[in-house]
């Protein structure tokens, strides 16, 4: 066969798998709760900084705005934190011990540390019980901690096994820096008086050109691990939340130019919209990733090939010596037709190579073995 | 510690694929029952590890071409948790709950954990699950109660080939070490201390890649990268303190 020849000259790229059975385990967590978790963390962090801004510089307005908005995300946050527990009645056990291994110890301590100084700083701001100055103080102690808060997150689902999170540790902190400041600058443009918006509005679009900047960056370097952020259900997320962001961006700055109330209503809630759609898409390509086996094996398995015959040794789980590449190259080439949905064919000719394999007829493809479109 | 680290070698090529281990496993450790349910992909109707499966028995069927014939070579395989060296699952647990006992294997508190959730993704082997209906993780105790006994653990006593060997790591290395030398196509998987998760508690012998049993190729534990990406957030964080002072600065009334 020609083509066997010709494909066994370049290995290809093939991989192989129990059944098509995912190796990892797809994170447990509820996706609308976990992104609206970070959505809402990174909104109420980065409302707490404009808050402290707009304090700094007189703009009560904006201050008003942004506190209480702080104040409330953070109050959501807490509540979709500790409801997607599995045993929400035991959150106590988060502050037992802390753990600078764990990023979600880590962020449990700095949100409870931010949310008594953001609610000492709100209960100042609505009503005269607390002391002005004792609120003052809170807000910006509130506003040092924020920047962490913000990007504490982008750690935490980056410290996991999952490849499209893994793999983007890099970049997943500025990532979610960025979208907290678009998603709080629009909040504050859309509810604060025209005249002080303007800060609000430089760190909204500020923030949406810096994530897509990073997330343009991120793709690219990813290669195959970045399929997820573009398929499915995430990719249709991400998608929307580039354009919605993009528009948003588009209006505030065109409220810069010449205040209008309009605008920044609907450009700052844009932001919003497009910043938590964000966060959305990138916990369901997280899931993606990890119920694929592809995303797991292939990019470990390049590395030990790469690895191979670079002369570091053996890869590292696995001790004996790997006759496997040449083998590879035969036995792929028996099957080749492209796949159009990956997950669904994939499965269907794990079913097939098992039926075939049963009734004992020739074939020369190891069951479990996938191709990728070439 | 005043036991030796203990371990598991699951040698592989003596495994017959009788799940007494499975049965075992469930027995001792009073796993619910997780329904049964045909897969219809081999003699496997388990799938894989769970937060009810803590042994699990891999069936592959592999067609091997010998004199112009085509017959099935069975592969077989009782997967455990691998009590990693540098276990990532005890690395993230936000609560304490995940800890290293001092036979050097890796356990879950029960009456701690709060089902945060977090040692699910982080786990390079996707071996430790939550329990539905109880909210909490489990995965293998290498039978921390027995070991506490002086007994071993119940997989290990109920294996019929000893596939399943259990004892001092240092010495299931040096037993693995002879016997990968005499079993064809033979591999250690989980041997070597200086691999991405320093070496597993609990590592096999294999007759094929390790993919090909559902086992990552090269697992690394994720707070390796840990350092750096702290270090990356602090960079963003300091970028964000910047954009916002920069904006008031910048911004006229």
């Known amino acids: 066969m020609k083509s066997s020849r010709e494909r066994a000259m370049v290995p290809p790229a093939d991989f192989r798998s129990y059944y098509g059975r995912p190796v990892l385990k797809a994170p447990v967590w509820n996706a609308q709760e976990i992104g609206g978790y970070f959505f809402l963390g990174g909104l109420a962090g980065g409302s707490a900084l404009l808050a402290a801004g707009a304090d700094l510089t007189g703009r009560t307005g904006l201050r008003r705005a942004t506190r209480l908005i702080a104040a409330g995300a953070t109050g959501l946050s807490y509540a979709a934190l500790i409801h997607d527990l599995g045993r929400p009645s035991r959150f106590i056990h988060m502050l037992r011990v802390i753990k600078p291994t764990s990023p979600m110890s880590v962020g449990t301590w700095l949100l409870s540390g931010f949310g008594s100084m953001i609610a000492l700083t709100a209960a100042g701001e609505a009503s005269a019980v607390v002391p002005p100055r004792l609120s003052r103080a809170a807000g910006l102690g509130a506003g040092l901690l924020a920047p962490a808060l913000v990007t504490y997150t982008g750690v935490l689902i980056a410290d996991t096994a999952v490849p499209v999170w893994h793999e983007a540790h890099r970049e997943m902190p500025y990532i979610f820096g960025a979208s907290a400041l678009a998603a709080a600058g629009g909040l504050a443009a859309a509810t604060s008086p025209t005249a002080e918006a303007a800060p609000a509005r430089a760190i909204g679009v500020l923030g949406v050109v810096a994530e897509q900047a990073v997330e343009h960056t991120l793709r690219r370097r990813l290669g195959i691990v970045a399929e997820p952020l573009t398929q499915g259900r995430a990719g249709r997320f991400i998608t929307a939340a580039r354009w919605t962001s993009r528009a948003g961006a588009a209006l505030l700055a065109a409220s810069a130019v010449r205040r209008s109330r309009t605008l920044d209503v609907a450009g700052g809630l844009a932001l919003a919209a497009g910043s938590l759609l964000m966060r959305l898409g990138y916990v369901h390509a997280g899931t993606a990733s990890a119920q694929d086996p592809r995303y797991t094996v292939e990019p470990q398995r390049n590395n030990g090939l790469d690895v191979a015959a670079g002369g570091r040794g053996a890869l590292g789980g696995v001790q004996a010596a790997q006759a496997g590449l040449d083998a590879r190259g035969s036995d792929a080439a028996v099957r080749d037709h492209p796949r159009q949905a990956p997950d669904r064919v994939e499965r269907a000719e794990d079913r097939d190579a098992v039926a075939r394999h049963r009734a004992g007829q020739e074939h020369g493809a190891a069951q479990g073995r996938h191709q990728r479109p070439a | ?253």
């Open chain 2, 1 to 253: 510690m005043t036991s030796p680290r203990m371990g598991f070698f699951t040698d592989t090529s003596v495994c017959i694929g009788c799940k007494a281990c499975e049965v075992a496993c469930k027995e001792w450790n009073a796993i619910p029952d997780d329904g049964q349910s045909l897969l219809g992909m081999s003699y496997d109707n388990t799938g894989g590890l769970g937060a009810d499966t803590w042994r699990h028995v891999a069936f592959i069927e592999k067609p091997v071409t010998a004199d112009g014939r085509t017959e099935l070579r069975w592969l077989m395989s009782s997967d455990v948790c691998k009590h990693c060296t540098h276990a990532a699952c005890l690395d993230v647990c936000p609560t304490g709950a995940l800890v290293r006992t001092e036979f050097g294997t890796v356990v879950v508190q029960e009456d701690i954990c709060n089902g945060c959730g977090y040692c699910v993704p982080a786990c390079p082997y996707g071996v430790i699950d939550q329990r539905k209906d109880d909210g909490r993780v489990w995965k293998c105790t290498m039978c921390y109660d027995r070991q506490l006994g002086g007994q071993e653990p119940a997989c290990a006593m109920a294996c019929p080939t000893k596939s399943i060997q259990f004892g001092p790591l240092d010495e299931l290395r040096e037993r693995a070490a002879e016997r990968v030398a005499e079993v064809p196509d033979a591999r250690l998987y989980g041997a070597d201390p200086d691999d991405g998760v320093g070496g597993a508690g609990a590592f096999f012998l294999l007759l094929d890649e390790p993919e090909v049993y559902g086992l990552p190729p090269d697992p690394v534990v994720t707070t390796r990268d840990l350092p750096r990406m702290w270090r990356h957030a602090a960079i963003a964080a300091a970028g964000v303190a910047v954009a916002v002072v920069g904006s008031f600065l910048g911004s006229r009334r």
